[in-house]
């Protein structure tokens, strides 16, 4: 079992930046996907990013060049940096470890974005 735990949500103005952290109650290198995904209200949840054990990244169409994920082996995290924010990216940030043919959701954190 994998706990997960998200942060850093928080208001920003479109244009602006902001880095979330998904702390995991197990070691990153035991969890096979670390990812990234949102939910705007009246919309189904999308995937934003994952990161495989291996180091294999992707990214949804509509954030790559403006989002990254990576890890934080040594505080078992996995942070996805937003850069250009733009009123769309707006939602509920989940993290999603999938571990043991499992999937572990967080509570979610989350962005709002400003025009």
């Known amino acids: 079992q994998v706990q997960v735990v998200e942060s850093g949500g928080d208001s920003v103005q479109a244009g602006g930046s902001l880095t979330l952290s998904c702390a995991a109650s197990k070691s990153i290198d035991s969890i096979a996907v670390m990812g990234w995904y949102r939910q705007a209200p009246g919309k189904q949840r999308e995937l934003v990013a994952t990161?495989?054990?291996?180091?294999?990244?992707n990214y949804a169409d509509s954030v790559k060049g403006r989002f990254t994920i990576s890890r934080d082996n040594a505080r078992n995290t996995v942070l996805l940096q937003m850069d250009s924010l733009k009123p769309e990216d707006a939602a509920v940030y989940y993290c999603?470890?999938?571990?043991?043919?499992?999937?572990?959701w967080g509570q979610g954190t989350q962005v709002t974005v400003s025009s």
């Open positions: 990161l495989t054990r291996a180091g294999t990244t």
């Open positions: 999603n470890a999938y571990f043991a043919l499992r999937y572990y």
